[in-house]
């Protein structure tokens, strides 16, 4: 990994941009309490089971200064999702590096992807659990966001040369079953399976580009990574 | 009965409709998968006894797997069985059956079925059952490629029209 930030720091940081006055400051400091706060009610009570004023509560603002921000508790939660898949494609961004080989690329990708979502299960479960039961905005931008790893996984196909019969949705498809997996384990709250299911999870997602073999010594390699 | 179970809160006819849908599903896809001999088979026999199901009435298709999408934690647990019973049968047999290349852990299965319900979901969204489009190959190459590698699952996209 290129720098020494672990990944809770990475997702917690807010983009950057010019420097801020003191009012924005405060803004600042209270929006990123709120989405603190809507993260980890909603971890504990389930979107439905979460209130705007335990919300406000959790982040020690006024009412009105969650209204400031936000229009409503969908709203606050968007937000949250937004931001939190916002730092998770920076953090891809920034330590998958693009030259390497396929392969090496969505290994990484996944052994990040687990990473990410056992270092911070609070806004894994808020992305991967809660955005598909708290309304049909949300539920889109989850279906977005699994769909927005299809065109990484179709660069795979270049590896395989009968490749134009595969379906046309296995991307979405594998993005699907992979999501599936760790939304089991997190609405379980059985996250420490997760770490030792990644090479199987590599076996599967390699398999169809480059066949079982090779997928199947990518698997060994992350696992042995792991072991070490 | 709405098109949706999505409302707020959400609808609870619509719900037992999928209910009782669902429990017709699995009275035809059950039978289907243990009458035939040998995992491949009774992967195919289930498929062709889905594939028959959905497209026998489409509405009926969307309640399964789109209606109950996005209906809360109550669309999600009814979700979450459908997979469940998809990774049951993907997983079951092939321990029993030797099935060469066998997967470490259930978790296999469970990638795969979650991909079959993404699969399923997208089409039937999608009006693929109301055009009446076939994808039961697309569906099956999901099913056996974890368990039996990329070759066989690419020949299974070319022979369809033999089941």
Same mark, same amino acid.
Not at chain 1, 106 to 120: H, I, N, Q, R, W
Not at chain 1, 175 to 185: D, S
Not at chain 2, 133 to 152: H, K, N, Q, S, T
């Given at each position: ?47 439905? $089971? ?5 919300? #406000? ?17 969908? $709203? ?32 990484? =990708? ?11 299960? #609070? ?63 997190? #609405? ?22 480059? =066949? ?17 | ?35 035939? /001999?040998?995992?491949?088979?009774? /992967? ?26 996005? #209906? ?56 693929? /059952? ?9 569906? /099956? ?23």
């Amino acid at each position: 990994m290129k720098d020494a930030r672990s990944l809770s720091e990475r997702l917690s940081r807010l983009p950057g941009g010019r420097p801020l006055d003191a009012s924005e400051v405060v803004a600042k400091s209270q929006r990123e309490r709120i989405l603190a706060a809507v993260t980890e009610l909603v971890a504990e009570n389930g979107y439905r $089971g979460t209130t705007i004023e335990a919300i #406000a509560k959790q982040a020690r603002v006024a009412l009105s200064t969650f209204y400031e921000h936000f229009e409503d508790k969908e $709203g606050c939660f968007l937000a949250a999702f937004d931001d939190s898949v916002a730092a998770a494609r920076e953090i891809f961004a920034e330590l998958v590096d693009p030259e390497s080989a396929w392969p090496e690329r969505v290994a990484t =990708g996944l052994d990040l992807f687990v990473k990410m979502v056992v270092a911070e299960p #609070a806004r894994a479960k808020l992305c991967l659990v809660d955005a598909q039961a708290a309304g049909s905005t949300a539920l889109g931008r989850y279906h977005e966001m699994l769909d927005s790893v299809a065109p990484t996984l179709r660069e795979g196909r270049e590896l395989n040369p009968r490749a134009a019969g595969l379906p046309d949705g296995l991307e979405g498809a594998i993005a699907g079953g992979l999501a599936w997996l760790v939304h089991q384990r997190l #609405a379980a709250d059985r996250l420490d399976e997760l770490p030792a299911l990644l090479p199987e999870m590599l076996q599967v997602t390699l398999t169809p580009y480059v =066949g079982e073999t090779e997928a199947g010594r990518a698997a060994e390699e992350a696992e042995a990574r792991q072991a070490a | 009965m709405s098109a949706r179970c999505d409302g707020s809160p959400p609808d609870e006819r619509c719900l037992a409709a999928h209910d009782d849908v669902a429990a017709e599903f699995w009275e035809r896809l059950w039978p289907a998968y243990v009458g035939a /001999i040998g995992w491949h088979d009774r /992967i195919w026999a289930a498929g062709v006894a889905m594939m028959r199901f959905l497209q026998e009435d489409p509405p009926r298709a969307h309640l399964l797997f789109v209606a109950v999408d996005g #209906a809360g934690p109550e669309g999600l647990k009814r979700r979450d069985e459908i997979v469940k019973r998809f990774a049951d049968m993907l997983d079951d047999a092939p321990r029993r059956n030797g099935t060469p290349g066998l997967p470490r852990s259930r978790a296999t299965a469970e990638i795969a079925a979650g991909a079959i319900y993404r699969m399923l979901l997208d089409k039937v969204q999608d009006g693929a /059952i109301e055009r009446g489009e076939e994808f039961l190959a697309e569906l /099956i190459y999901m099913a056996v490629m974890p368990y039996l590698g990329a070759d066989v699952a690419e020949s299974e996209l070319a022979v369809q029209s033999l089941h």
